[in-house]
């Protein structure tokens, strides 16, 4: 299996191997090697192989960051040499502070009745799959749930992406190193590049995998999601969101163009493949959403195709364009894809209630790449249905002015049971790396509005179990 | 639909309806009036009705305490009137804590970043069905999964067990009245008695049911968390555990008979009919397990036959017994059923440890009822090769001497995975209402061993869900 470049489309790099399910079944032995290990060794140590990871990361920062631009086009600066590599190593940091102070923990204890309660490992690995569109940040080896994992003294069995394969393999060569000089055992931390999907759902159901970590598209962790049901173990699964953004009436009708180049610069941001992307832009007033529509038309129609980091997404883009095309709408901007590599033109559709109502599932449906869709309510109240039949969501945004006051305050009784995440005016695209953050959301957002993929402690809270000591000497 | 009197099997008190579909609906719809309700209200309104309910049981304690027994045959006192009572009335009074203290919000900000997170309800209603065994202390409306939705500020839609219809309109009379004397709409508590299982489904499916509260047996269980993982809803499920009991070697020697009495009395304890019943005895040492087989055997045989919670839990553990005897065990005490009523003769079956692992499952098979099985393992390595293999539980007890230092320190390590709480020496049954008990375990025990149904403010983070408000004013 090869990477290809997303911009010609050829392939990078070298040639890397589909992992058997023998191969797959070695790894998972392998784990019990690391998780006695991990579960009792100092904090210190694993924190020094975090720290030291980041290092060496940092020492490689510009190699790195071209190779993931290389396999992704995703901009070089200061999008994955700056912003995407500075998250990753505070990641890492975070993790290996967490693994010092131990707040993951959640000790509590009752001298009374002689009880002491904690969080400990899992007592097995957790399969740590990343997603497309973050190939340091959210990487299985390096990234978000590999740090929880990890915090939580779990050891890590990785699965490379397909677009940035040769990233995750140089991203692993400076993780093992430090793993080794950390004098961790190799099975802390172990990678595969691909495998055939029923050897995938072998490898959860084996007896050294304890959980999942899973970023990507609905459809794979559904498929994730029931195979980990069925075996009981937990699955912490960031799917899909449309992320929708509500723009009450008297905020519409003031600033319908502001609003609209917000709206448009969040869609457009690294290619429209943000999991926080507004996919849907409600506004209330007709008057003020045609406004919206011809401001983000003229952006949006202004702006150069966006390469898509695989052609997976661009033809997953094009099936929802499709979709909405097949009901009647017609794109107001773009609509295309082109070449070379893996393009397509910013796209906007704007339609109205009516429609967004008759054809719901496809107008809230999570679709990569430049793609925005604005649907032009009647009114505040109808702004208030759209959020009641909502999905579950990563995030929400309000937009609203002091005349909009009591359809703000609704929206937020109605939006806080929906959303991991409310913003108010803000677009939703910028997730801080925070102990406040909660990068979560009711299904089918994630798999378990409970918990978040973004912030330590709290995001390693997921791979854990809670164990009491009762009268334990 | 009826309860039946277990010491006699005769119908008591009055004949229950089944609910439709359409009539379960309406609960759930009704759910609606009592989202928001209690999601704003001040939270010592909500605690009011608590303290209020818990005080118009205490004034009828002697009443309800002689109607449960009278459905249970669990016994009047202490069990009912003081045990199980207090149990209920204190949980009652912690939830009332929690909902003035807030504890459960987990309330995390970040000024530089302009982000607040908590928990918040789940925006529906929790389905709380409680089991057979605690007709008080864990009822769908005034016990453990009751007061965790509760604290959360969830509505609640109860389900009574058949085992106890009775007692359950009685607790819901009282919590009735203490729901409208505190203003409080009456859809944040509704209870049914009875429905067609595919009926419950539906009622999961309904928009206005957020999650699940369950406990009871690990067929309903399993049923029942395929349905919530299919619609993507957050399931608390207390399932099924044999909370097995390992006795090292130097320990088995110098105190076989004393282990011996302190683990039958355990497997008496409410007619062996608690969750956390220590249905495996494994001891170290083929001598020390006869002579832990002969007294528990004197013991059991000397024990009067348990009066049963219903027919269905005789059946199973007559179906337990005779899976153990179809494989060629014989009890050494007891094994049939008698008269009149639903009664167990005390059951012991002693195996060796090459029968526990050809038949692990029937062996570690969770049966209510005075029923045990002793295995004699070769040793203490032994001893480790079974807690290895051994499935998710909710607790287990490791029973060691000073020269069973190292052979304690490898069973903690390996048990620490395998279940939610830990004891030395102390028989698992009693269960603490306490800030830093586990009552949970991994699966199968539960169905996820993140969390746990004991214990304020804990247990009701699994009614809640996080969310983060991202710069809102």
Redesign the interface.
Known sequence: MRSLNPATGEAIGVDFPRSSRAELEALADAAFDA??FL??APGAQIAGFLDDYAARLESDRDGLARLAHEETALPHAPRLSEVEFNRTTFQLREAARALRDESWREV???AK?S???MR?????AVVAIGPSNFPLAFNGVSGGDFCAAIAARNPVIAKAHPGHLNTTARLFAHCAAARDAAGLPKAAVQLFFDCAPEDGESLLAHAGVAALGFTGSRASGLRL??AC?R????ASLEMSSVNPVFVASAAATARAEAVAEAWTASVLLGGGQFCTKPGVLLVAGEDAAARVVARARELLSAAAPAVLLTAAIREHASRAIDALRAHGAVPVAGGAASGPGFRLAPTLFAVDAAFARAHRSEVFAEAFGPLGVVVAVEGDAQLVDFARALD?QL?TTIVSDEGDAATRATL??VL???????????M?TGV?V?????H?????AT??????AV?LP?AA??F??????????
Not at 434 to 438: D, E, F, K, R, T
């Open positions: 998780i006695d579960a009792d509590a204890s009752d009745n009880l002491r309660s400990v490992p899992l007592g097995g999601k029931a049901d075996l009981g173990k937990p579950g995030a937020l009784g806080r049971f929906k959303a991991g995440r409310i913003l108010d005016e803000a939703p801080a925070s102990a406040a953050m909660v979560g959301g009711p299904f089918p798999g378990d509005g409970r918990h978040t912030g709290t809270v997921r854990t179990k809670m164990l009491c000591l009762d009268r334990v000497r």
